[in-house]
């Protein structure tokens, strides 16, 4: 058993980019609001839209086998679909042989009576099993081949004796007394010489056999499912797929395998299929496959069979397609535009560097600027002001953009489709005209749905009230969407309207269990219509203010762990406290308030770090006096087998750091070489702590808080030991900052191993816009004030008077100056295309003016060092261990 200690953001962590994990799944990119099994005809759910397999799944259903369902009109009905399924596929052939001679032991062959009865059928299926193992096709490998052979000792059809059982089958057909076991055996001769390689004797013996029968019903077709396997085999292209496309018309168990049999690879197959056909039906299909096939634009080949055949089942495929592939395109699960900023890692990730050694590099942001520029119109933004009930609410809403991504467009863009802005105009044009034709409340539905896309909530509701129905399937897709028309149109989601949507839709929300620790790419649940009320509320919780209920509405309360943001905290705080919840924020939003241990402590622990890092100790130490129960970061373990659904447990941190307890007194240190992954007794070498004996060398929290205390105010002296002080509070502040080694101790980490809370972002911009969906992807980090670090040391550097004391410090302070470099560089934006033909001069452009701003103003303590303490032993050591500062000694 594996025994890994992760946290759900690290573990799970799911973009668009990572696509190769065994356990990713794009059909679980959308929620699936508009149901496209409701089609009437089950026998086409394989042919719905799906980007994970090559069929849509139908694990809900199974299609009827028409050959079954021949075979139990043979026996008269007197046997279930089931039994004659068990009967045909499953009983062995020593108990229909035992049933022949008189014995009667097999309950399902009782409910036949006697044999006399059913005779003919009884010595057909008798053949039948015997030679069903060997109804494969003889494999002949290549010299070239690089895919495994079949599996030794497996069957096939040449190894029965070719004469004798062409002999056997013909002399049984021609004592056959019944039609429809005589085609049978007809069924097998062809299908015997197709899979011995004899062709032309499978085509001729579909001409002698079937063919004169004149009999369509299923042994038929599949004959010529075997027919055209053997035409295949002659090369015979357009007749094999003229008859692979009768059976996928004319069966309904054999669709899949007879599309995948039709070669459909270019415009000429289509064309043949379409001067052979002669019927509406045919021609019908035709298009239907047409449209199935390219989908680059259904809506060309959906026109035409509109003019064939309005109450068409499979043009209804084709529009359930269509309105899936909309739904994915207008409500994505995610909206990664919400944090606009590309990170930046500067070097923090190199496993082994030399001394604050840094690889300076600038990011191009045109990516990140068309991402943002996508999913500003998506969902209501923080920006966005609450409009009035009975509203346009195009500035607000989740369904938010008129033209969304465009469609069916040849054409790539950042998600590989570029589909016309015009389609869902022109896609509703058609259904609204099919629905005048059409009998079926599909159409309705359907024109309902795209209305509910366009923002026409109230046209939507209009519709749906309008629609008389019985079906089950239609109903509860009606249901669903009158309420979802209800949510979305809500413009402020007051307690009043939790109150009615837990009243009048209790199914729906007493079915909303907490977000998940383990999330729905690891098992099997998809997104659901929950999942998407529970994103809209989240935006509009967003939106009013309500930054607490929004957060909680998709994350658990120990999420914050992962961006402790101070403003969002304390909203969370606020809600945590609130009195009087209404049963919603009760039974659906508190659900996510999990087990932090001590939750006031929690929060306590937060607030103390922030106020650590703006170096407030005094305040910081009155949070941390009232989080002495704090027990540990609420981290998980996961524990799994193979193919198991993991088990979760809280982690265990015995005598390690635990976000509270066991901080070393190298807090207080500096690096001799940069390197998050050594230990600290590697990286880090300890300052002279004489004549502070209050620094302990295992502290927590509040000790840390209290020692800083002592410091600051022995740093306010004129002595060596104030400038003593100063340097060691410099050092903390550093140490703990994005750059430093101990920088997970003051942001709700467990480690310095790298994270997104370790980037440097543009902090003018914010890090949310819509809702707290996948928080934990996120960085939401206030950004470090390395200022605070410098005048420190500019403090001990007034009162020092030792010289090698001064060249660490102003190293140690051209190190902080580095961190506001990087800040400052992650604020310049550069709008790059790559089809630029300038690219690469300005590219180099840029970068030289970046240069020459961090020279010119992110450079002033290492010139300092340089020009005053350049012959220090401390300035040589450096010079030895940092590649970077050796560089700057030498340039002129």
């Known amino acids: 058993m594996k025994k890994i200690i992760l946290s759900a953001a690290v573990l799970f962590l799911m973009t668009p980019k990572i696509q190769a994990c065994a356990w990713y799944d794009p059909d679980y990119e959308y929620f699936n609001l508009f149901t496209q099994s409701i089609i009437k005809d089950k026998t086409y759910l394989p042919f719905l839209h799906t980007l994970s397999n090559r069929f849509y799944g139908h694990e809900h259903y199974e299609i009827p086998n028409e050959n079954i369902e021949s075979w139990l009109k043979h026996f008269g009905n007197s046997l279930s679909y089931l039994e004659t399924q068990t009967l045909v596929e499953k009983i062995p052939m020593k108990d229909l042989n035992a049933f022949k001679n008189g014995s009667n032991e097999n309950s399902i062959l009782k409910k036949l009576g006697s044999y006399q009865k059913h005779a003919e059928a009884i010595d057909y299926l008798i053949e039948a099993k015997y030679l069903e193992p060997f109804m494969r096709i ?19 059809a040449t190894q029965l004796d070719y004469e004798k059982t062409i002999a056997a089958l013909t002399s049984l057909y021609n004592a056959a007394k019944i039609p429809e076991i005589k085609l049978r055996y007809g069924y097998q001769l062809v299908r015997f010489n197709h899979y011995t390689r004899n062709y032309a004797s499978s085509r001729d013996a579909f001409k002698e056999f079937v063919e004169p029968l004149k009999l369509k019903s299923a042994p038929y077709f599949m004959a010529v499912d075997q027919l055209a396997g053997a035409q295949r085999g002659l090369k015979m292209s357009e007749d094999a797929n003229w008859n692979f496309f009768q059976v996928f018309m004319n069966s309904k168990s054999r669709k899949e395998s007879a599309f995948v049999s039709m070669q459909l690879s270019d415009s000429a197959s289509f064309d043949n299929l379409l001067k052979r056909a002669q019927t509406p039906e045919e021609k019908n299909m035709a298009y239907f496959l047409l449209g199935y096939e390219d989908f680059s634009n259904p809506i060309p080949m959906m026109e035409k069979m509109y003019e064939i055949d309005p109450n068409s089942e499979i043009l209804k495929v084709l529009a359930a397609r269509s309105i899936n592939e909309l739904e994915r395109n207008y409500l994505p699960i995610y909206i990664y535009g919400d944090d606009q900023r590309e990170p930046s890692d500067k070097a923090i990730n190199q496993k082994t560097t030399t001394e604050n050694e ?22 209501g933004s923080e920006n966005t002001k609450p409009v009035e009930k009975g ?13 969304r991504l465009p469609f069916y467009s040849k054409n790539n863009n950042l998600w590989g489709n570029e589909p016309s802005p015009d389609f869902l105009v022109d896609f509703e044009k058609l259904t609204s005209k099919i629905k005048e034709k059409s009998a079926d409340e599909f159409w309705q539905i359907a024109d309902a749905y795209l209305s509910f896309l366009k923002k026409d909530y109230k046209k939507s509701s209009e519709t749906l009230n309008q629609i008389k129905t019985t079906n089950p399937e239609y109903i509860t897709e009606i ?3 009158k309420m979802l028309n209800e949510i979305v149109s809500e413009p402020n989601i007051t307690t009043d309207f939790e109150e009615h949507l837990m009243k009048i839709y209790p199914v729906v929300f007493s079915g909303m269990t907490a977000v998940e620790q383990i999330p729905k790419y690891y098992g099997d649940d998809k997104n659901s219509t929950q999942d998407f009320i529970r994103d809209i509320l989240a935006n509009r919780y967003f939106i009013q203010g309500e930054k607490g209920k929004s957060f909680l509405m998709n994350n658990k309360l120990s999420d914050l762990q992962y961006n402790p943001n101070s403003e969002l905290v304390k909203n969370v705080e606020d809600f945590y406290k609130k009195k009087n919840k209404s049963s919603l924020e009760e039974k659906i939003i508190a659900k996510n308030i999990d087990d932090v241990g001590n939750i006031e402590a929690f929060f306590k622990v937060i607030y103390g770090d922030r106020e ?78 004489a004549g ?36 060691l509070i410099g050092n903390l502040l550093y140490n703990t900052s994005v750059l430093g080694y101990y920088r997970e ?5 467990v480690d310095n191993a790298n994270s997104p809370k370790y980037h440097f972002y543009n902090s003018d911009e914010p890090n949310f816009q819509y809702y707290y969906k996948n928080f934990t992807d996120r960085s939401a980090i206030e950004p470090d004030n390395f200022d605070l670090a410098i005048e420190y040391y500019k403090k001990a550097m007034a009162i020092s008077k030792d010289q090698e004391q001064k060249a660490r410090i102003l190293f140690q302070m051209a190190s902080a100056e580095q961190g506001k ?50 012959n220090t032993q401390t300035s040589k050591s450096l010079q030895g261990s940092c590649s970077y500062y050796d560089y700057f000694m030498k340039k002129q």
């Open 821 to 870: 470099y990087y800040q400052y560089q992650e604020t310049q934006s550069f709008d790059l295309k790559y089809d630029d033909p300038e690219y690469d001069g300005k590219q180099t452009e840029y970068n030289n003016a970046l240069t020459q701003t961090k020279n010119q103003k992110y450079r002033t303590y290492f010139a300092e060092l340089k020009k005053n303490y350049g």
């Open 138 to 156: 003889n494999y002949v490998e290549s010299p070239d081949s690089w895919y495994r052979a079949s599996e030794e000792g497996s069957k096939n």
């Open 391 to 403: 509203f346009d609410q195009s500035d607000k809403n989740l369904l938010n953009n008129p033209n």
């Open 479 to 481: 249901d669903r969407m």
């Open 692 to 727: 502070f004996p209050f620094i302990k060398n295992d502290m927590n929290k509040l000790e840390l808080a209290t020692a800083l205390i002592q410091l600051k105010k022995i740093g306010m002296g004129t002595y060596e030991k104030a400038a003593q002080a100063n340097h």
């Open 358 to 379: 840094t690889t300076e590099t600038s990011p191009d942001l045109s990516f990140w600027q068309k991402v943002k520029n996508f999913f500003s119109n998506l969902f």
């Open 612 to 689: 650590m890092r703006l170096a407030n100790f005094d305040k910081a130490k009155v949070l941390y006096e009232k989080a002495k129960g704090f027990t540990g970061i609420p981290r998980v373990e996961y524990d799994w087998k193979e193919g198991e659904t993991p088990i979760v447990k809280n982690a265990k941190y015995g005598d390690s750091y635990n976000g509270f307890n066991h901080i070393s007194s190298l807090i207080f240190g500096h690096n001799t070489f940069e390197s998050f992954e050594s230990p600290e007794s590697q990286s880090m070498v300890s300052e002279n702590f």
């Open 745 to 749: 101790v003051f942001v709700m980490d």
